[in-house]
């Protein structure tokens, strides 16, 4: 549907349906005060039929209104944000399909309850105002809604890299080489590959690669690592083996163009982490470090770099496979950054299956746990001075009672000077995870109380404590002052 042309009818219809109820009439009464029929009024109403000018005129009389008044696209002010946010062309944005939403229904909601709809969308606007919500956050919040309700595991993407593998006789039960990688783009679709010193152009920033489409030539930072470069260019070959064209042209990304990007740019990374990461010799790999009783941090790290990947690739492609192949629903991703020096800690990244799981990001400035393993793996990471610090624990949130069991890798950021940042995998403990993971109950792995935030926290006496409770005390008071409220109205009735 074009919104463009169907913005007029829609505006028509609610313009219509307003005075309508003005007048205080039905669409019966309306149909019979017309002779219209009350069906192609309600389509009408519904922006769905725009009338000729003859029907525009009975209706102009009918309700008392000049015919510029009716067919004007000026909106009362009760209704102007509806009309803004429709003239905007901000529905386009809003990658709806993805969801299982026509644009035809959304327009219908919009006719039947603009009052409502204007409320609710007016809300929207004052909360992404508020958290400074910008166009690329709604984008990357949109798919990671998308990535949530599939479990974040695409059967039609990890087809396509089996399909891939025997069309290229790359073999899966082994790791693909970055040499292999280079060889497919340059023989297969005519790449030229440079390295080039990025540093040498300030502007240019932390990026590790830069695709030129006109000449296919992909320029590499010579400071990427090998894990870094095998993603790279794994994901160009996504892109070309999936045929997408309208993709982002860096590494990282430094914006978005449209929702397309952002979804085309996931699907590649997947693509590209199944590729590096095969289904079936990641879970042979899993279920080895399962069967262990006592595993020590370095047997898991030793697991990550046996694939070469970076420590984000491999809990990235935990997140694919817990979920589909080990039945393990109640995962969250945690993607931490540390400027050195510095007191904040900041969530970069989450990603929450099934349910929104504790460990969330928030926007109001407030203090994550210090008690978190996220935290202490970046902490010690730079005082050990390590390229690589593993930890894990049993965290047992105070508020909610839930426990998870959550692995932490700290390593220096590829993008950003002076920071380290911190992946982490969540697990919700359940019998049937238990079961799974035998070694959970072993006296190594330390179980500690948390919280999400300093300032809502429960905890007492927390020697890790970054802030007071500010939060929570308020609310307690609130809730005090609820119950003497209450204990007077008993009295007093």
Not at 123 to 151: K, M, V
Not at 194 to 221: A, C, M, N, Q, Y
């Amino acid at each position: 549907m074009d919104l463009e042309k169907e913005y007029i009818k829609l505006i028509f219809g609610l313009k219509l349906k307003q005075l309508r109820t003005e007048k205080n009439l039905s669409l019966f009464g309306l149909a019979k005060l017309t002779d219209l029929s009350k069906s192609y009024l309600n389509e009408i109403e519904k922006g769905k039929k725009y009338p000729k000018t003859d029907k525009i005129l009975v209706l102009c009389d009918k309700l008392e209104v000049s015919y510029d008044q009716l067919v004007s696209l000026k909106l009362d002010n009760n209704l102007a944000p509806i009309g803004e946010i429709l003239k905007s062309g901000i529905l386009k944005e809003i990658p709806l399909d993805l969801f299982g939403i026509q644009e035809a229904d959304l327009i219908d909601i919009i006719a039947n309850a603009p009052a409502k709809v204007n409320a609710f969308i007016s809300t929207i606007i004052e909360i992404a105002q508020h958290y400074n919500l910008s166009r690329e956050s709604f984008f990357l919040a949109s798919l990671r809604s998308y990535q949530e309700a599939h479990n974040n595991y695409f059967e039609d993407l990890e087809n396509k890299v089996v399909a891939f593998s025997k069309s290229f006789q790359v073999d899966l039960q082994s790791k693909v080489t970055v040499e292999e990688l280079q060889a497919i783009l340059i023989q297969e679709y005519g790449y030229t590959i440079k390295d080039i010193v990025f540093s040498e152009e300030e502007s240019l920033g932390d990026l590790r690669s830069i695709f030129v489409p006109k000449s296919k030539t992909l320029l590499l930072s010579e400071t990427v690592d090998q894990a870094q470069k095998a993603f790279i260019l794994a994901k160009e070959i996504a892109y070309n083996y999936l045929e997408i064209t309208d993709r982002l042209l860096t590494f990282s990304w430094i914006k978005f163009e449209n929702f397309d990007q952002v979804l085309h740019n996931f699907y590649a990374s997947y693509f590209a982490g199944a590729l590096l990461l095969p289904r079936q010799l990641l879970i042979d790999e899993i279920n080895q470090f399962l069967v262990k009783e006592n595993p020590l941090p370095e047997e898991f790290v030793e697991l990550i770099e046996r694939f070469e990947v970076s420590p984000e690739s491999f809990y990235q492609r935990l997140t694919n496979i817990l979920p589909k192949d080990f039945h393990l629903k109640n995962v969250f991703f945690l993607r931490m950054s540390h400027h050195i020096g510095s007191d904040t800690y900041q969530i970069k990244k989450e990603l929450h299956i099934t349910n929104q799981q504790e460990p969330h990001a928030n926007e109001m400035n407030e203090h994550y746990c210090r008690r978190w393993v996220s935290i202490r793996t970046i902490d010690e990471a730079i005082k050990q001075k390590k390229a690589h610090f593993f930890d894990a624990q049993i965290s047992h949130y105070e508020n909610s009672g839930n426990e998870y069991l959550v692995f932490s890798s700290a390593t220096k950021d590829p993008f950003i000077k002076n920071c380290i940042r911190s992946i982490s995998v969540g697990i919700l403990t359940t019998p049937a995870m238990k079961k799974k993971f035998k070694f959970i109950e072993n006296k190594p792995l330390v179980k500690q109380i948390v919280g999400v935030t300093c300032e809502t926290c429960a905890v007492k006496n927390c020697l890790q404590r970054a802030s007071p409770a500010t939060a929570l005390n308020l609310k307690k008071r609130h809730d005090l002052t609820d119950s003497v409220v209450q204990q007077y109205i008993k009295n007093y009735s």
